[in-house]
């Protein structure tokens, strides 16, 4: 079985600070990973995804994640935050053999302070 | 490509009615998906269907659930009976058919029982 852990619900950065969003997972195959946000009253915006290969991801909006398989992490980060990033933030498995299904963290609501 | 729609945006109906959401995914894609979000939580996987078949059932889906895809097109999911639990945001998502393309999410159909 599959699960996402994602360490704080709620995280304040200044404007122009570094976010960093943590998300551990578990999994019994090779994962594919994603992060995805979503604004109030919308639906989810796919971020980045890592499947194979490179293991530092690029994302829109300057966000990137790295997939460190020894650590089961795919930590989101941005060098310098910006007011338009305040949003929630899911990070999501699925397994990459025959099953589609992603299983997503309880997420993390991201404030930028002016 | 205009993307995936959910009707209705917001629905409120009172406990014990049965209650009817519609999702047309992004036309070329053959893969649908219906989730439901609950407040403070990440989106919970139902179903999901590749063209009119439906592959997967999740546990959360009881037999007041019921979800078509006739023709491969639309999808419906409709809750018999709504009690106050089945209040949250229900997501619908398509994908093709490479599970690592990732999922584009509509903006939700909000519902609350009353």
């Known amino acids: 079985a599959q699960s996402v852990t994602q360490l704080g619900s709620h995280v304040s950065v200044s404007e122009g600070a570094l976010v960093l969003l943590r998300c551990n997972y578990s999994s019994s195959v090779p994962p594919y990973l994603f992060w995805y946000v979503q604004y109030p009253n919308q639906g989810l915006q796919l971020l980045l995804k890592?499947?194979?290969?490179?293991?530092l991801v690029k994302g829109i909006n300057g966000f990137e994640a790295e997939f460190k398989k020894s650590e089961t992490s795919f930590h989101l980060t941005k060098p310098s935050a910006h007011m338009s990033d305040a949003a929630e933030y899911f990070c999501?498995?699925?397994?990459?053999?025959?099953?589609?299904?992603?299983?997503f963290g309880t997420g993390t609501r991201l404030t930028i302070i002016p | 490509d205009t993307g995936v729609s959910q009707d209705p945006r917001h629905k409120i109906t009172k406990r014990g009615q049965n209650v009817t959401f519609r999702c047309d995914p992004i036309s070329e894609h053959n893969r649908l998906y219906w989730y439901r979000q609950t407040l403070g939580q990440g989106p919970e996987f139902l179903t999901y269907f590749q063209n009119e078949a439906q592959l997967e059932k999740s546990r959360l889906l009881s037999d007041r659930f019921s979800a078509e895809r006739p023709k491969g097109s639309f999808s419906t999911l409709e809750i018999q009976r709504t009690e106050q639990g089945d209040s949250a945001m229900y997501l619908c998502?398509?994908?093709?058919?490479?599970?690592?393309?990732?999922?584009?999410f509509g903006s939700g159909t909000r519902l609350t029982v009353v």
């Open positions: 890592y499947t194979t290969g490179a293991t």
């Open positions: 999501a498995v699925s397994e990459s053999f025959g099953n589609e299904k992603l299983t």
């Open positions: 998502a398509s994908s093709l058919q490479e599970a690592n393309y990732g999922y584009t």
